[in-house]
C-alpha cells in the first residue's frame, strides 16, 4: 500500500492536490453558510426582542402589532378582509409557545393572524424566551403558566379568547380552561399535550423519552440546577437530537433561529399531575390539530390524546413536523381561522 503512493507520477500528485483544494473550498462553503444563518438568527431574535418591548410588561410581552411588516394572506382579497372573519364574535388569539421555545415562535402566525384582521397576543411562559427568570427555579405549572394567567385575570368582564397551546403549552392551557373556563371560547391544541385529568404532561411523551421514573433516574438531558446530588430541575436535548424531534420539516432559517432561542425545559411542571374537573375544563370547547410528519408526538399519539380525551373537532396538516408555524404556517393560519368560525 505504501509503495503505491511513493511511485505517484507527478501527475496522480496534482490530481490529489486538486482534490484536496476542493474539499477545502466545499468545506469553507458549507461554514460560511452556516455562520451566515447563524447571524440572520441572532438578526431575527433582536428584532422580536425589539418588538416584545411595545406592549405593557406588567401583564405580558406580546409580539406583533398591526403596524408591523405584512405577511402575504392567501384569505385576503387584495386589502380586503374577508366578510366571514369580520363575523366572528372573538377575535383575540392568545398563543401558547410550547417546551423551550418562546413568543419568538410564533412570529409568522401573528402577522398572518393580523393580516386577517385578528388579534394575536402571545408571551413568555417563566423562565422561556426572553424572560429573565431562571429555568430551574420553575417548579410547578402555576408558576410556568403565571404570566398567561395573569393576562387572563386581567380581562374585562365581559371578554373571551380563543386560547392556542403548543406542544406541552397544551398543559398551560388546559389548566387555564380549569380555572378561566368562562373566559375562553375556544381552546386549540397543536400537537400538544391535551391531558386527562390525573395525567402529567411528561406522559404524553413517554412513548418518545420513556417512562418518567426511567428518564429521572438515567437520561443524559437532565439538568441538575441545585447540585448533582439533588433532583434534576430541567433539562435540554443536544442540537442534533432537537433538530431531528422538532424541525425535520421546517425551513433551515427557522431551525437556526429555534438553535439560538430555546432555552432548558423545567422539569416540574411536565411532572405534575393536572386537575381537570367535569364542571370547568369537561364543558369547554376543545379543538385538536394533529402533524402528521411529526416525530416528537407522532400521528399515533395524537390520535390516542383524542381518543381518550375526546375534543369537539380535530385537523389534520400533511407534510407538518412538530413546528407546523414553521414548516406550514400558511395550514396552520388556515386552519386556526375555519376553527374561530366555528359558531
Given at each position: 500500500?505504501?509503495?503505491?503512493?511513493?511511485?505517484?507520477?507527478?501527475?496522480?500528485?496534482?490530481?490529489v492536490?486538486?482534490?484536496?483544494?476542493?474539499?477545502?473550498?466545499?468545506?469553507?462553503?458549507?461554514?460560511?453558510?452556516?455562520e451566515?444563518?447563524?447571524?440572520?438568527?441572532?438578526s431575527?431574535?433582536?428584532?422580536?426582542?425589539?418588538?416584545?418591548?411595545?406592549?405593557?410588561?406588567?401583564?405580558?410581552?406580546?409580539i406583533?402589532?398591526?403596524?408591523?411588516?405584512?405577511?402575504?394572506?392567501?384569505?385576503?382579497?387584495?386589502?380586503?378582509?374577508?366578510?366571514?372573519?369580520?363575523?366572528?364574535?372573538?377575535?383575540?388569539?392568545?398563543?401558547?409557545?410550547?417546551?423551550?421555545?418562546?413568543a419568538?415562535?410564533?412570529?409568522?402566525?401573528i402577522?398572518?393572524?393580523?393580516?386577517?384582521?385578528?388579534?394575536?397576543?402571545?408571551?413568555d411562559?417563566?423562565?422561556?424566551?426572553?424572560?429573565?427568570?431562571?429555568?430551574?427555579?420553575?417548579?410547578?405549572?402555576?408558576?410556568?403558566?403565571?404570566?398567561?394567567?395573569?393576562?387572563?385575570?386581567?380581562?374585562?368582564?365581559?371578554?373571551?379568547?380563543?386560547?392556542?397551546?403548543?406542544?406541552?403549552?397544551?398543559?398551560?392551557?388546559?389548566?387555564?380552561?380549569?380555572?378561566?373556563?368562562?373566559?375562553?371560547?375556544?381552546?386549540?391544541?397543536?400537537?400538544?399535550?391535551?391531558?386527562?385529568?390525573?395525567?402529567?404532561?411528561?406522559?404524553?411523551?413517554?412513548?418518545?423519552?420513556?417512562?418518567?421514573?426511567?428518564?429521572?433516574?438515567?437520561?443524559k438531558?437532565?439538568?441538575?440546577?441545585?447540585g448533582?446530588d439533588?433532583?434534576?430541575?430541567?433539562?435540554?436535548?443536544?442540537?442534533?437530537?432537537?433538530?431531528?424531534?422538532?424541525?425535520?420539516?421546517?425551513?433551515?432559517?427557522?431551525?437556526?433561529?429555534?438553535?439560538?432561542?430555546?432555552?432548558?425545559?423545567?422539569?416540574?411542571?411536565?411532572?405534575?399531575?393536572?386537575?381537570?374537573?367535569?364542571?370547568?375544563?369537561?364543558?369547554?370547547?376543545?379543538?385538536?390539530?394533529?402533524?402528521?410528519?411529526?416525530?416528537?408526538?407522532?400521528?399515533?399519539?395524537?390520535?390516542?390524546?383524542?381518543?381518550?380525551?375526546?375534543?369537539?373537532?380535530?385537523?389534520?396538516?400533511?407534510?407538518?413536523?412538530?413546528?407546523?408555524?414553521?414548516?406550514?404556517?400558511?395550514?396552520?393560519?388556515?386552519?386556526?381561522?375555519?376553527?374561530?368560525?366555528?359558531?
Amino acid at each position: 500500500m505504501g509503495n503505491r503512493f511513493i511511485c505517484m507520477s507527478k501527475k496522480d500528485t496534482k490530481d490529489v492536490g486538486s482534490r484536496s483544494k476542493r474539499v477545502n473550498r466545499s468545506q469553507r462553503k458549507l461554514l460560511a453558510e452556516e455562520e451566515f444563518l447563524h447571524r440572520q438568527a441572532l438578526s431575527m431574535a433582536l428584532h422580536q426582542h425589539q418588538l416584545s418591548q411595545r406592549f405593557d410588561g406588567s401583564m405580558s410581552r406580546r409580539i406583533g402589532s398591526t403596524s408591523s411588516r405584512r405577511l402575504a394572506d392567501p384569505f385576503a382579497n387584495g386589502k380586503q378582509v374577508p366578510e366571514s372573519l369580520e363575523n366572528i364574535k372573538t377575535k383575540k388569539f392568545i398563543l401558547v409557545h410550547g417546551e423551550g421555545f418562546g413568543a419568538w415562535c410564533w412570529y409568522k402566525t401573528i402577522a398572518l393572524l393580523e393580516e386577517a384582521g385578528l388579534l394575536p397576543v402571545t408571551f413568555d411562559l417563566k423562565g422561556s424566551g426572553i424572560d429573565l427568570t431562571d429555568t430551574n427555579s420553575v417548579a410547578t405549572l402555576a408558576e410556568y403558566s403565571k404570566p398567561l394567567i395573569e393576562y387572563l385575570e386581567n380581562l374585562e368582564e365581559d371578554e373571551k379568547v380563543i386560547l392556542v397551546g403548543h406542544s406541552n403549552g397544551g398543559a398551560c392551557v388546559s389548566y387555564a380552561l380549569e380555572h378561566f373556563s368562562q373566559k375562553i371560547s375556544k381552546a386549540i391544541f397543536i400537537c400538544a399535550t391535551m391531558v386527562s385529568d390525573g395525567q402529567r404532561p411528561f406522559d404524553v411523551f413517554a412513548e418518545e423519552l420513556g417512562s418518567a421514573e426511567q428518564f429521572m433516574q438515567g437520561s443524559k438531558f437532565l439538568i441538575h440546577g441545585n447540585g448533582k446530588d439533588k433532583p434534576p430541575t430541567g433539562f435540554m436535548f443536544e442540537k442534533e437530537q432537537m433538530k431531528g424531534l422538532y424541525f425535520n420539516q421546517s425551513p433551515a432559517k427557522d431551525v437556526a433561529l429555534a438553535m439560538v432561542s430555546m432555552r432548558p425545559i423545567p422539569l416540574g411542571p411536565i411532572m405534575e399531575k393536572l386537575s381537570l374537573s367535569p364542571k370547568n375544563y369537561g364543558t369547554s370547547r376543545r379543538f385538536f390539530i394533529q402533524t402528521l410528519d411529526d416525530r416528537a408526538l407522532s400521528p399515533d399519539v395524537q390520535e390516542k390524546l383524542v381518543r381518550e380525551n375526546p375534543p369537539e373537532g380535530v385537523f389534520k396538516i400533511k407534510g407538518s413536523d412538530h413546528c407546523p408555524f414553521f414548516s406550514k404556517p400558511q395550514s396552520l393560519h388556515k386552519m386556526l381561522v375555519e376553527i374561530a368560525q366555528i359558531p
